[in-house]
């Protein structure tokens, strides 16, 4: 039989556990996505009352990276949301966002960056690719400084970044 001194040292441990775990998310996901994760959430926050309901978390994991299916979304309310399951605050979001994208497989990612960025599927990033997202992203690069970066990283000597290469420069820097 329990009593309720070791029953509230389990509870104090469970927390601090809890606790731990969140504080190494927020350390493996890093800042950037840490504030990337509140502004998914004051976006969709429409009425600032601190609370997104089931249709503005769906729409705000699916403004992180993840599509998540109806049943998905509810047990996150259920398992973070309020007692009745029908919202979630800004700090179960964060709880729940930050252990989604901390558990993301970085090889898969670069795999879809690199796929979006081969708008063509040609399997390879050119520098006629790499002008067009600069283009999209608003930034103005010299057309000899997209040549040398096509130069620096491409490994084999083919004129483009295949996606072994572009895997390579994402996990190493290059």
Same mark, same amino acid.
């Not at 606790?19 to 190494?24: A, F, I, K, M, N």
């Not at 670069?110 to 796929?115: G, P, Q, R, S």
């Given at each position: ?6 029953? /509230? ?18 350390? !493996? %996901? ?7 994760? !509140? ?8 009425? !600032? ?83 067009? %997202?600069?283009?999209?992203? /608003? ?6 400084? %997209? ?19 572009? %895997?390579?420069?994402?996990?190493? /820097?290059?």
């Amino acid at each position: 039989m329990m009593n309720g001194h070791s029953y /509230g040292t389990t509870q104090r441990v469970g927390a601090f556990r809890q606790q731990q775990q969140q504080q190494q998310q927020l350390a !493996k %996901i890093g800042e950037d996505k840490l504030e990337e994760i !509140k502004e998914a959430f004051s976006l969709f926050d429409t009425n !600032k009352d601190g609370y997104i309901d089931y249709f503005e978390l769906k729409v705000a994991m699916r403004a992180l990276g993840f599509d998540q299916k109806k049943d998905e979304v509810l047990r996150v309310l259920q398992q973070n949301g309020t007692d009745d399951g029908a919202k979630i605050g800004l700090d179960g979001f964060i709880r729940v966002m930050s252990g989604m994208i901390a558990a993301r497989d970085p090889v898969e990612e670069y795999k879809k960056a690199f796929k979006l960025i081969d708008e063509g599927g040609s399997g390879v990033i050119t520098a006629q690719s790499l002008r067009r %997202i600069a283009r999209e992203l /608003g930034e103005n690069i010299a057309e000899d400084e %997209i040549q040398a970066m096509i130069d620096e990283f491409d490994l084999d000597s083919d004129g483009a970044i295949n996606e072994d290469e572009f %895997i390579k420069i994402m996990m190493n /820097g290059h």
